[in-house]
């Protein structure tokens, strides 16, 4: 009796289901590396917030041309210069049903700002936020900052009520012992639910039917498994135990779109690579020697003895692309008429040394990574063999990035090879406040090795709080115009980024080589 | 037996301090964790502000009395990367590593005895010569080019078994197994090969040698011209006495498997301990480093002790010198 009165409710229930299963598309995809932690504010890794992304929402994100659009906040406005105003979407829900509102924005900013927050300062400068209604928010600044919206759409919204009954208001601390259940849990907003979380073998995620967004893509069930070695995910690709890959091995590229049934999908990333000078008074690598680095016709020099096309050829295998400054195009702040190469011209180099008193070239160190860039080592090992060409000995040292960048940050080089993407704000200001502003006050925070020009402090200062958007742009590439005149870096390559997948798979590419599943579709 | 056992007890918390003690003063060289953790473009002063809250401000004295202390109450402390128990994180690893290893010690020892014998009894015969130049193969290919000949051959080309993870696996709440399901007994059989081949090889021709030995011996000749069965002569005579230095080996072997495990998990994503250490190393994750290279420690230890013991069952002689 109890079994007939449920029948016509599993009848309806059945029905709703068979459509679904009938266009069920799963997709299976892989990267190097797993996720550090469900819980969104205790970390600091792209890749860990683009895989969140797919469970949680921000308050802006970004569309499929990488712009700010509109996500759980419909409009904003600035009210006062320290304070931005959002009006907040109606008829969101979270994953478990309960209702989003002013409440848990709150509570979130709350919960990023504590100071045992590992990612609090993706948020530095806001001091608080404050509910004005139930759809309301007032972000409180510590002063004027044109760059908000860039950090709002990487701050994920989580829901207060869950927090509280799972004992999660605080992110998880390492200092002071606390774990919290949002690092293997999470209930968002975002377009997929969060089925189960394993470490290292399986993040399983189910399509969101209650999503405030029309889905783009169709996808009903999304299985993400990390595979470490680029061998074995490039045969769990060719064997058909995963739908896609990203990213995909450069040396691996061509088997992979030869085999039947396969693609590759490739395009420049937001990251260029350069390489970093010392502008201290003598050489790391040889204490007491004055520094050859701080004349700058020799750092034209070095500049015009890079043969970028052989690196573009040979070492990056064509899929990269030569560059001449230090943000990539899609990034405001770039500007096409700095990023014309300076020309390989290796007689004009030795003459140049010559005029500066280094007729016979000098011997300096170069210090690279091997395991953080594409063919980081590779890359260096083709400079030092340009560089010799003019008489510059090259003292060249490759190292595991868990070292390297330690020593890189405490100034202990004299040429060292560093990427910058601008990630997360995608904003140029990021590579003008971290990289070529004098380190004080908190700016220069990857420019350790003492690169210092007035002109570019003053930009930066101004720029920082410039809210007009034109004049914003005008201050940064006056800054980096500067930068490039100083030979502050010598820029290389914007780096490839390549994703391997079934003919079967229709995603887009981004430059930030965030993976945006929302946007993928399956045949 | 409680003395053997109370002074190998003694033993493994000198083993374990003087590992974590080599371990802290070589975690400076593997690099610098605030790096790791702080964003790219985080400042000096952020950088500074998370080195002070690890302690990592401290000389490496200090740190390595701080994490004695913390151990001593329990304490493994939290991985800096996932930021989760690091004991949490090593007992969620564990069942994979020992299921892993479980199975390889099963195929080197169930292959590799009857092989040996085998070699031992006709070592002109055809079959013997074959297995004991494969063999050379096994023992000097280095394990990462087995596991994805393996994947290539039987996962790429054949389709037949899966070329990472461990499968469908059953949570028994304090324990996940892969031996219930058809794919996780599927997923095991390429790494199980993979880390069981170069200690089976190393049984085989441990078990030859010391066959071969044994047949030559006074006991197997009176034995053989009493007219006793072959069989009871190969198996329970010869090979009871040849199998002393099987044990040892074995039993220390199981700990390098654990360890080799590090290139078998990583080739086939398989989600053990081995997994954890190299991402550990990588991310310069202190706490969860110091506390897998404790439980490597200790096992060795512990597997030490069971092999002194596993002697005295097989070898009467010992019994009765302890007894």
């Given at each position: 009796?109890k079994?007939n009165?449920?029948l016509?409710?599993?009848?309806?229930?059945l029905?709703?289901?068979?459509?679904?299963?009938?266009?069920?598309?799963?997709?299976?995809?892989?990267?190097?590396?797993?996720?550090?932690?469900?819980d969104?504010?205790?970390?600091?890794?792209?890749?860990?917030?683009n895989?969140?992304?797919?469970?949680?929402?921000?308050?802006?994100?970004?569309?499929?041309?990488?712009?700010?659009?509109?996500?759980?906040?419909?409009?904003?406005?600035?009210?006062?210069?320290?304070?931005?105003?959002?009006?907040?979407?109606?008829?969101v829900?979270?994953?478990?049903?309960?209702?989003?509102?002013?409440?848990?924005?709150?509570?979130?900013?709350e919960?990023?700002?504590?100071?045992?927050?590992?990612?609090?300062?993706?948020?530095?400068?806001?001091?608080?936020a404050?509910?004005?209604?139930?759809?309301?928010?007032?972000?409180?600044?510590?002063?004027?900052?044109?760059?908000?919206?860039?950090?709002?759409?990487?701050?994920?919204?989580?829901?207060k009520?869950w927090?509280?009954?799972?004992?999660?208001?605080?992110p998880?601390?390492?200092?002071?012992?606390?774990?919290?259940?949002?690092?293997?849990?999470?209930?968002?907003t975002?377009?997929?639910?969060?089925?189960?979380?394993?470490?290292?073998?399986?993040?399983?995620?189910?399509?969101?039917?209650?999503?405030?967004?029309?889905?783009?893509h169709?996808?009903t069930?999304?299985?993400f498994r990390?595979?470490?070695?680029?061998?074995?995910?490039v045969?769990a690709?060719?064997?058909?135990?995963i739908?896609?890959?990203?990213?995909?091995?450069?040396?691996?590229?061509?088997?992979?779109?030869?085999?039947?049934?396969?693609?590759?999908?490739?395009?420049?990333?937001?990251?260029?690579?350069f390489?970093?000078?010392?502008?201290?008074?003598?050489?790391?690598g040889?204490?007491?020697v004055?520094n050859?680095?701080?004349?700058?016709?020799?750092?034209?020099?070095?500049?015009?003895?890079?043969?970028?096309?052989?690196?573009?050829?040979?070492?990056?295998?064509?899929?990269s692309?030569?560059?001449?400054?230090?943000?990539?195009?899609?990034?405001?702040?770039?500007?096409?008429?700095?990023d014309?190469?300076?020309?390989?011209?290796?007689?004009?180099?030795?003459?140049?040394?010559a005029?500066?008193?280094?007729?016979?070239?000098?011997?300096?160190?170069?210090?690279?990574?091997?395991?953080?860039?594409?063919?980081?080592?590779?890359?260096?090992?083709?400079?030092?063999?340009?560089?010799?060409?003019?008489?510059?000995?090259?003292d060249?040292k490759?190292?595991?990035?868990?070292?390297?960048?330690?020593k890189?940050?405490?100034?202990?080089?004299?040429?060292?090879?560093?990427?910058?993407?601008?990630?997360?704000?995608m904003?140029?200001?990021?590579?003008?406040?971290?990289?070529?502003?004098?380190?004080?006050?908190?700016?220069g925070?990857?420019?350790?090795?003492?690169y210092?020009?007035?002109?570019?402090?003053?930009?930066?200062?101004?720029?920082?709080?410039?809210l007009?958007?034109?004049?914003?742009?005008?201050q940064?590439?006056?800054a980096?115009?500067?930068?490039?005149?100083?030979?502050?870096?010598?820029?290389l390559?914007?780096?490839p980024?390549a994703?391997?997948?079934?003919?079967?798979?229709?995603?887009?590419?981004?430059?930030?080589?965030?993976?945006?599943?929302?946007?993928?579709?399956?045949? | 037996?409680?003395?053997?056992?109370?002074?190998?007890?003694?033993?493994?918390?000198?083993?374990?301090?003087?590992?974590?003690?080599?371990a802290?003063?070589m975690?400076?060289?593997?690099?610098?964790?605030?790096?790791?953790?702080?964003?790219?473009?985080?400042?000096?002063?952020?950088?500074a502000?998370?080195?002070?809250?690890?302690?990592?401000?401290?000389?490496?004295?200090?740190?390595?009395?701080r994490?004695?202390?913390?151990?001593?109450?329990?304490?493994?402390?939290?991985?800096?990367?996932?930021?989760?128990?690091?004991?949490?994180?090593?007992?969620?690893?564990?069942?994979?590593?020992?299921?892993?290893?479980?199975?390889?010690?099963?195929?080197?020892?169930?292959?590799?005895?009857?092989l040996?014998v085998?070699?031992?009894?006709?070592?002109?015969?055809?079959?013997?010569?074959?297995?004991?130049?494969?063999?050379?193969?096994?023992?000097?290919?280095?394990?990462?080019?087995?596991?994805?000949?393996?994947?290539?051959?039987?996962?790429?080309?054949?389709?037949?078994?899966?070329?990472?993870?461990?499968?469908?696996?059953?949570?028994?709440?304090?324990?996940?197994?892969?031996?219930?399901?058809?794919?996780?007994?599927?997923s095991?059989?390429?790494?199980?090969?993979t880390?069981?081949?170069?200690?089976?090889?190393?049984?085989?021709?441990?078990?030859?040698?010391?066959?071969?030995?044994?047949?030559?011996?006074?006991?197997?000749?009176?034995?053989?011209?009493r007219?006793?069965?072959?069989?009871?002569?190969?198996?329970?005579?010869?090979?009871?006495?040849?199998?002393?230095?099987?044990?040892?080996?074995?039993?220390?072997?199981?700990?390098?498997?654990?360890?080799?495990?590090?290139?078998?998990?990583?080739?086939?994503?398989?989600?053990?301990?081995?997994?954890?250490?190299?991402?550990?190393?990588?991310?310069?994750?202190?706490?969860?480093?110091?506390?897998y290279?404790?439980?490597?420690?200790?096992?060795?230890?512990?597997?030490?002790?069971?092999?002194?013991?596993?002697?005295?069952?097989?070898?009467?002689?010992?019994?009765?010198?302890?007894?």
């Amino acid at each position: 009796m109890k079994l007939n009165r449920h029948l016509p409710v599993l009848a309806v229930a059945l029905t709703a289901l068979l459509p679904a299963v009938a266009g069920a598309q799963t997709l299976r995809w892989s990267s190097q590396g797993d996720i550090a932690t469900m819980d969104p504010y205790a970390h600091t890794e792209s890749f860990t917030s683009n895989v969140q992304h797919h469970v949680y929402d921000p308050l802006v994100r970004r569309n499929r041309e990488l712009k700010i659009e509109p996500a759980l906040a419909t409009s904003w406005s600035i009210v006062a210069p320290d304070r931005w105003r959002f009006v907040l979407r109606r008829g969101v829900v979270f994953h478990d049903g309960s209702p989003f509102s002013a409440d848990d924005v709150v509570a979130s900013v709350e919960r990023l700002l504590d100071p045992t927050a590992r990612a609090r300062g993706n948020l530095a400068n806001v001091v608080k936020a404050e509910k004005v209604d139930d759809f309301t928010v007032d972000f409180v600044l510590k002063g004027p900052y044109p760059l908000l919206l860039n950090d709002l759409s990487g701050i994920f919204i989580m829901s207060k009520r869950w927090m509280e009954a799972n004992n999660a208001l605080k992110p998880g601390n390492i200092t002071t012992g606390t774990t919290t259940y949002a690092s293997t849990n999470a209930n968002g907003t975002g377009p997929f639910k969060l089925e189960s979380y394993r470490p290292d073998q399986a993040t399983i995620m189910t399509a969101n039917d209650k999503w405030w967004d029309k889905p783009e893509h169709n996808l009903t069930r999304i299985e993400f498994r990390p595979i470490k070695s680029d061998a074995t995910r490039v045969a769990a690709l060719l064997s058909g135990e995963i739908d896609m890959m990203a990213p995909a091995p450069l040396q691996d590229l061509a088997r992979i779109s030869a085999a039947p049934g396969f693609k590759v999908i490739e395009e420049p990333s937001l990251r260029l690579i350069f390489l970093g000078l010392n502008f201290r008074p003598e050489l790391q690598g040889q204490p007491g020697v004055p520094n050859p680095l701080l004349k700058q016709p020799v750092r034209q020099a070095l500049w015009h003895a890079i043969d970028l096309d052989t690196l573009h050829r040979r070492v990056m295998r064509g899929k990269s692309r030569s560059v001449a400054t230090i943000v990539a195009p899609p990034v405001p702040g770039y500007s096409a008429e700095l990023d014309k190469p300076v020309g390989f011209e290796p007689d004009k180099a030795k003459k140049m040394l010559a005029d500066a008193g280094y007729p016979n070239g000098f011997k300096v160190k170069l210090d690279c990574s091997n395991d953080r860039y594409i063919n980081d080592e590779q890359t260096c090992v083709a400079v030092a063999a340009m560089w010799t060409r003019i008489g510059v000995q090259v003292d060249l040292k490759t190292e595991s990035r868990a070292t390297y960048f330690p020593k890189v940050d405490r100034g202990e080089t004299d040429i060292y090879m560093l990427g910058w993407a601008t990630l997360p704000p995608m904003d140029g200001f990021s590579a003008l406040s971290a990289l070529i502003t004098t380190r004080k006050d908190g700016f220069g925070g990857n420019n350790p090795n003492g690169y210092s020009n007035p002109a570019i402090d003053e930009l930066t200062r101004k720029a920082a709080v410039e809210l007009d958007e034109p004049k914003r742009l005008a201050q940064m590439v006056e800054a980096f115009k500067i930068a490039r005149n100083d030979v502050a870096f010598l820029p290389l390559h914007q780096q490839p980024v390549a994703w391997a997948m079934k003919n079967a798979v229709d995603v887009p590419q981004f430059a930030d080589e965030y993976v945006r599943l929302w946007f993928a579709r399956m045949k | 037996m409680a003395g053997l056992l109370l002074s190998r007890l003694l033993q493994a918390a000198l083993v374990m301090i003087a590992v974590t003690a080599v371990a802290f003063a070589m975690f400076r060289f593997v690099g610098d964790p605030v790096r790791a953790m702080a964003r790219e473009d985080s400042t000096p002063q952020e950088r500074a502000e998370l080195a002070q809250a690890l302690g990592l401000d401290q000389p490496v004295p200090v740190q390595y009395a701080r994490f004695v202390g913390r151990v001593a109450r329990g304490d493994f402390g939290i991985s800096y990367r996932n930021q989760r128990p690091v004991t949490t994180l090593i007992a969620e690893r564990l069942p994979a590593t020992l299921e892993l290893v479980f199975a390889a010690t099963l195929l080197a020892l169930g292959l590799g005895i009857p092989l040996g014998v085998m070699c031992a009894i006709r070592p002109d015969g055809a079959a013997a010569r074959l297995v004991q130049s494969i063999s050379l193969i096994g023992i000097s290919t280095p394990t990462f080019v087995t596991g994805i000949a393996l994947i290539l051959f039987f996962a790429v080309t054949l389709r037949w078994l899966p070329s990472f993870g461990r499968g469908d696996i059953v949570d028994l709440g304090f324990w996940t197994t892969g031996y219930l399901t058809g794919s996780g007994l599927r997923s095991l059989v390429l790494p199980s090969i993979t880390l069981a081949l170069y200690q089976l090889t190393l049984i085989m021709r441990l078990v030859r040698s010391e066959m071969i030995d044994a047949l030559s011996s006074d006991y197997i000749r009176f034995a053989r011209a009493r007219g006793l069965p072959k069989s009871r002569i190969h198996y329970v005579l010869a090979l009871r006495n040849a199998l002393m230095p099987v044990i040892t080996v074995t039993g220390l072997q199981i700990g390098s498997l654990v360890a080799f495990a590090i290139v078998t998990e990583t080739v086939f994503q398989w989600p053990g301990m081995g997994l954890l250490f190299i991402q550990a190393v990588s991310f310069v994750d202190i706490p969860v480093m110091a506390a897998y290279l404790m439980f490597v420690g200790a096992l060795f230890v512990v597997l030490n002790t069971a092999v002194d013991l596993v002697y005295a069952i097989v070898d009467p002689r010992l019994r009765k010198a302890k007894g």
